[in-house]
C-alpha cells in the first residue's frame, strides 16, 4: 500500500482536501494519513466535522494574532517529529498559506515526494496576496507532482519550467465540495438564517480576510457598505466574521449595531454555501468564494487589486473593484439598480471544475506509482 499523508491547516485547505482524503480512503492502493497544524482552530474543526475526518496527527500550533513567524517554525517543528515516525511515500499539500508550503519544505529535508493541490495559480506580484503568492510559489519549486486546476494555472507552471509530464489538469476539488453540499431544498437551522426572506430582500453576503486588506482598506469597505445600507431599504448585509481579532475589531467599529447588518460568526461550510446560492451579491476578498460563486451564477465583486483566479473575471461574472471606498459603493450600487448589469454578471459558468477533480488527482497518483494503465482525462 502506498502511504499518501495530507497535511493541511486552515478552513479552505481543509474545505478542498477534504474531497481528495475521501477519495483516497475509498481506494485499497492507499494507507491515507491525515496531519493538521491547526494554523486555524475553530475554523478547520468545523469542517472536519462536517466531512468526518479525523486527523491521525493534530499539531495545534494557532495562537492568538499569531505572526507568520510562529506559523511557520511552529508547524516546521512539529512536522519533523510526524513525518519521521510515519514516513509516507508522499506527502499532499494544498494552495498557498503557510501551513502549505511548511508542509512542502519539511517534506524536502526528509526528501519525502511532494504533490501539491491547487499549483499554479499566480499573480506575479511578490506582494499581493501576501505571503500567499510567495508560498505557491515556493511550494511550486519544491512539488514533484503538480495538479493545476485550469488550463490557465498548467500555462504558468509550463512558463517556469515545469516539466509537462508533473502537471496534471484536474480542475479545483472546492467544486468537488460545492457539489456535495448545495441543496436546493437546504434548510437552514440557524434561526436569523432561516427568518430572511430571500426573494423580497437584496442580500449582499460579505467576508474579508486577506492580510493586506487589514486597516485602512477594511474599514474604506466597510464604510461603503454603511453607506450602501443606508439608501437601500431592501439590503440585507449578511457577514460572518472571520475569527481574526484584527479583523473583527474594525468590523465592530465601523458596522456593530446597525440596523439589517448581520454580524455573524464563521458559517459551517454547509450553510454557508447554500447562503452564497441565495445571495444577491457577494463581496469578498477571498480566493475560494471567487470560485465557487460563479458556479452558482452569483456575481462577485473582489476587494482586492489582484487575482491569481482570472478565469472568471474573464468569463464575467467577477469583477476586481479593490478597496476604495467610493469605487466599492459605486460597483455596488449599479449592480443593486441596473438591472442588465445584474443580469450579465450573473450567468453561471464553471471554469474551475466539474466535481471531479479528486478523481482526477487521485487517478494521477495510481498512474505515476505505475497503480493504474486507465488513462488520465484531463479537466478541459
Ligand atoms: C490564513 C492564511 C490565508 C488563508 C486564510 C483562510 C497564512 C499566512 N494565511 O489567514 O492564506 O487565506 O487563512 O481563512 O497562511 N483565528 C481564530 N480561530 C480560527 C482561525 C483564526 O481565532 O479558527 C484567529 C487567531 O487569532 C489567529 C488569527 O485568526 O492568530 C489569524 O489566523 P492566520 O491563520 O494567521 O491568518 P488568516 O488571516 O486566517
Ligand atoms: N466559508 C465558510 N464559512 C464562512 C465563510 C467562508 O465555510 O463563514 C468557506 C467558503 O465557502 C470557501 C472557504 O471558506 O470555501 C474560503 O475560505 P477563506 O475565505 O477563509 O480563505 P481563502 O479561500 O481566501 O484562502
Request: net charge negative.
Amino acid at each position: 500500500m502506498l502511504k499518501v499523508m495530507t497535511i493541511f491547516g486552515t478552513r479552505p485547505e481543509a474545505i478542498k482536501m477534504a474531497p481528495v482524503i475521501l477519495e483516497l480512503k475509498r481506494r485499497p492502493e492507499f494507507e491515507t494519513v491525515v496531519t493538521v497544524t491547526a494554523q486555524h482552530r475553530e475554523m478547520l474543526d468545523q469542517v472536519l466535522r462536517l466531512f468526518d475526518i479525523k486527523p491521525d496527527f493534530d499539531l495545534n500550533i494557532m495562537s492568538p494574532e499569531q505572526t507568520l513567524f510562529d506559523i511557520t517554525t511552529k508547524a516546521l517543528l512539529g512536522l519533523e517529529g510526524v513525518l519521521s515516525t510515519v514516513k509516507p511515500d508522499i506527502v499532499l499539500v494544498h494552495g498557498d498559506t503557510t501551513t502549505t508550503f511548511v508542509g512542502a519544505l519539511a517534506s524536502f529535508y526528509n526528501q519525502i515526494t511532494v504533490g501539491h493541490v491547487e499549483a499554479g495559480l499566480r499573480t506575479r506580484n511578490k506582494y499581493s496576496p501576501f505571503p500567499e503568492e510567495m508560498n505557491r510559489r515556493l511550494t511550486g519549486s519544491i512539488a514533484d507532482l503538480n495538479f493545476a486546476p485550469t488550463p490557465t494555472s498548467r500555462d504558468n507552471l509550463l512558463r517556469e519550467g515545469v516539466e509537462p509530464a508533473k502537471i496534471f489538469v484536474t480542475g479545483n476539488t472546492v467544486i468537488d465540495a460545492l457539489h456535495r453540499t448545495v441543496r436546493n431544498d437546504f434548510v437552514f437551522d440557524d434561526e436569523l438564517l432561516s427568518s430572511i426572506d430571500y426573494d423580497r430582500k437584496k442580500i449582499i453576503l460579505v467576508t474579508t480576510h486577506r492580510r493586506e486588506n487589514l486597516g485602512e482598506p477594511m474599514r474604506h469597505v466597510y464604510e461603503a457598505l454603511k453607506q450602501l445600507v443606508e439608501e437601500f431599504a431592501d439590503v440585507e448585509i449578511i457577514f460572518p466574521v472571520h475569527k481574526n481579532p484584527k479583523v473583527r475589531e474594525i468590523v465592530d467599529a465601523v458596522l456593530g449595531g446597525l440596523d439589517r447588518v448581520h454580524l455573524i460568526d464563521p458559517l459551517d461550510y454547509e450553510p454557508f454555501a447554500n447562503l452564497m446560492g441565495r445571495a444577491t451579491i457577494i463581496l469578498t476578498d477571498s480566493g475560494g468564494v471567487q470560485e465557487e460563486a460563479p458556479a452558482l451564477g452569483k456575481p462577485v465583486m473582489v476587494l482586492r487589486d489582484t487575482t491569481e483566479r482570472p478565469e472568471a473575471v474573464s468569463a464575467g461574472t467577477v469583477k476586481l473593484i479593490g478597496t476604495d471606498r467610493s469605487r466599492v459603493y459605486e460597483e455596488t450600487r449599479r449592480l443593486l439598480v441596473d438591472r442588465k448589469e445584474y443580469a450579465r454578471m450573473a450567468e453561471a459558468i464553471n471554469p474551475y471544475g466539474d466535481g471531479r477533480a479528486a478523481q482526477r488527482i487521485v487517478r494521477a497518483l495510481l498512474r505515476h506509482y505505475r497503480l493504474t494503465d486507465a488513462p488520465f482525462e484531463e479537466f478541459v
